[in-house]
């Protein structure tokens, strides 16, 4: 299958991001399905598309995806002074995190996935409830957790099974520069050249911990880490039958996406099953 077949399989991921921000044009799966599902979050969750797209199949669930770039779509928080909404909050995300929430109470799905790159908002002193909060790291972090905490209530209360996924890691450094140099040397090839040693315990400390508690608290959510198929054995693949995983710094391909998801589904099972 060429690249291109994957990212027609993809259909609107990218107009899914940002766009009208309407379920209607951002289906995939089983589109047959009485069962439905909803991911949410930032570009990490978008590019997940594939992934899920290959297990809604696999459990015959219709899923819907609505993402917002560098937005931590949780209830009841405001990012300020974030990206490129310096000195003010940043709305839009706001905006489209409160439509999200409205969807998933009024819409009961099955499954509400929430997919961030969570380790860029668990830092700083970005995040607030209201405007003029005091702000801090430690406050970040607080308000962080009681953000996922309601979110995962209101999930529940509609009666939904929470899901969260974690990140990938992200390009390695050097991982550019190896591409390069095995294509101008043109020498003996090999698939793992440019694969990257990544322990585990580089995992964000916090991030980690904080979904370890969540996990205990609410004994209905699943939790789906990609690094498992990402870097199995503890190193990160940077291609899958010569073409590269990631299509930035810090986002994998369409063609990765749907591979994840196939090896995941052989590895593990299917979580919505």
Not at 27 to 32: I, T, V, W
Not at 38 to 43: C, E, K, M, R, V
Not at 53 to 58: C, M
Not at 240 to 246: A, G, K, R, S
Request: aromatic share 12%; charged share 25%.
């Amino acid at each position: 299958m060429t690249l291109k077949k994957y990212s027609d399989l993809a259909t609107n991921r990218e107009e899914c991001l940002e766009g009208h921000q309407d379920p209607a044009e951002c289906q995939f799966g089983d589109l047959s399905s009485n069962k439905k599902g909803l991911l949410i979050g930032d570009s990490n969750a978008n590019h997940f598309w594939g992934f899920f797209d290959v297990l809604a199949q696999n459990a015959h669930i219709r899923m819907e995806s609505l993402t917002s770039s560098s937005c931590l779509t949780l209830p009841g928080v405001w990012q300020y002074d974030w990206w490129k909404y310096r000195n003010e909050p940043y709305t839009q995300c706001h905006e489209h995190t409160e439509h999200y929430y409205r969807l998933i109470k009024e819409n009961h799905y099955d499954y509400v996935i929430l997919g961030e790159v969570w380790e860029n908002y668990a830092g700083g002193s970005h995040l607030i409830n209201n405007e003029g909060d005091e702000r801090s790291d430690a406050l970040t972090q607080s308000r962080m957790k009681k953000a996922l905490q309601d979110a995962l209530n209101n999930i529940i209360a509609s009666g939904a099974k929470p899901v969260i996924i974690t990140t990938v890691y992200s390009m390695p450094t050097g991982y550019m520069e190896c591409h390069r140099s095995r294509s101008i040397a043109r020498g003996p090839y090999s698939e793992s050249d440019c694969d990257t040693p990544r322990p585990r315990n580089e995992d964000n400390a916090y991030t980690h911990n904080l979904f370890a508690q969540m996990k205990k608290e609410y004994p209905t959510l699943t939790l789906i880490d990609v690094k498992d198929v990402q870097c199995p054995d503890g190193r990160c693949l940077s291609e899958i039958n010569t073409i590269p995983v990631y299509r930035d710094v810090g986002h994998i391909t369409d063609y990765a996406s749907y591979h994840f998801g196939h090896d995941y589904l052989k590895k593990f099972g299917n979580p919505f099953k």
